[in-house]
């Protein structure tokens, strides 16, 4: 099967940087989508970013012109850039990963999530 390996979470100041890195191995025939989703507890996960494999990226208001996310076809890793962090950016980070395992199998897989914490 797909397994994605997340890195790039800690803790940071408000305003600080971060990058968040994911790469996909396995079974792959191509990828269609790739993307990070964040979640707090008692929340909903939603959608931070997300590319497509023409790269076209789409933004969650709360984020757009302070992150920028990335793809690496060539190494099937998808990067999240994150500046101006701010404490409400504090959250679960989430890869996510779905394409065609052959011609007629697709896939969609998640990473294990790593901690984003923006604290003074």
């Known amino acids: 099967q797909v397994q994605l390996v997340e890195s790039g979470g800690g803790l940071v100041q408000p305003g600080g940087s971060l990058r968040l890195s994911c790469v996909a191995s396995g079974s792959i025939l191509s990828i269609i989508t790739m993307g990070w989703y964040r979640q707090v507890p008692g929340k909903e996960r939603e959608l931070v970013a997300r590319i497509t494999s023409i790269g076209s990226t789409n933004y969650a208001d709360s984020v757009k012109g302070r992150f920028t996310i990335s793809r690496d076809n060539a190494g099937n890793t998808v990067y999240l850039q994150m500046n101006g962090l701010k404490p409400e950016d504090t959250a679960v980070y989430y890869c996510?990963?779905?394409?065609?395992?052959?011609?007629?199998?697709?896939?969609?897989?998640w990473g294990q999530g790593t901690q984003v914490t923006v604290s003074s």
């Open positions: 996510n990963v779905g394409g065609m395992r052959g011609p007629i199998t697709s896939f969609d897989s």
